[in-house]
């Protein structure tokens, strides 16, 4: 007896209720087959590394860590216009913005700034569709790894401006590096 079945991907497949053998229903074939993919497996070259001794080769398009940029003169580049919140497929990024004061024209480049700026790095996919949304280049995911604490308090997993903006030191060198070349 045989029943026709249609799969998810239209395709028919005949299905049949035949009886098994008594050999058939003991399995024997079946498991030394398995035991034989199992020992096939067993004198291969192992892909595994030893992980503090031996890093992996990243990807040309590894998105690690983020970054919030600064301009040559040391300025935060972020004017908080919320394109980047809105590009996250994760919603992992949420800000506020504020207007700068007369007196803090030399810390942010335009009007408005980023005072609340977080990323929930647990629920961030490292997609890079905040850097690509963003118009002033402000946000950059870098190619060094998210080194991560183990943590059983949510809240050391949201990074704020601290840990995001990029030091004054590093903008410094980078200017210095462009004018030497």
């Given at each position: 007896?045989?029943?026709?079945?249609?799969?998810?991907?239209g395709?028919k497949?005949?299905?049949?209720?035949?009886?098994?053998?008594?050999w058939?229903?003991?399995?024997?074939?079946?498991?030394?087959?398995?035991l034989?993919?199992?020992?096939r497996?067993?004198f291969k070259?192992?892909?595994?590394?030893?992980y503090?001794?031996q890093?992996?080769?990243?990807?040309?398009?590894?998105?690690?860590?983020?970054?919030?940029?600064?301009?040559?003169?040391?300025?935060?580049?972020?004017?908080?216009?919320?394109?980047?919140?809105?590009?996250?497929?994760?919603?992992?990024?949420?800000?506020?913005?504020?207007?700068?004061?007369?007196?803090?024209?030399?810390l942010?480049?335009?009007?408005k700034?980023?005072?609340?700026?977080?990323?929930?790095?647990?629920?961030c996919?490292?997609?890079?569709?905040?850097?690509?949304?963003?118009?002033?280049?402000?946000?950059?995911?870098?190619?060094?790894?998210?080194?991560?604490?183990?943590?059983?308090?949510?809240?050391?997993?949201?990074?704020?401006?601290?840990?995001?903006?990029?030091?004054?030191?590093?903008?410094?060198?980078?200017?210095?590096?462009?004018?030497?070349?």
């Amino acid at each position: 007896m045989s029943i026709e079945t249609i799969s998810l991907s239209g395709r028919k497949k005949e299905v049949s209720n035949k009886k098994m053998s008594f050999w058939e229903s003991l399995y024997l074939v079946a498991i030394v087959k398995g035991l034989l993919i199992t020992i096939r497996h067993l004198f291969k070259r192992k892909v595994t590394i030893k992980y503090p001794d031996q890093t992996r080769e990243l990807s040309p398009v590894y998105r690690g860590q983020h970054m919030l940029m600064r301009d040559e003169e040391g300025r935060e580049r972020c004017t908080a216009c919320g394109l980047c919140a809105l590009s996250c497929p994760a919603e992992a990024i949420t800000m506020k913005a504020e207007e700068r004061k007369p007196e803090e024209k030399h810390l942010y480049r335009e009007e408005k700034y980023a005072s609340i700026y977080e990323i929930n790095m647990l629920r961030c996919i490292f997609c890079g569709l905040c850097e690509e949304a963003c118009p002033k280049q402000a946000i950059y995911l870098t190619k060094s790894r998210v080194m991560v604490k183990p943590s059983s308090d949510r809240e050391d997993f949201i990074y704020g401006k601290e840990k995001l903006v990029m030091p004054l030191d590093m903008a410094i060198k980078n200017t210095q590096m462009k004018t030497a070349n």
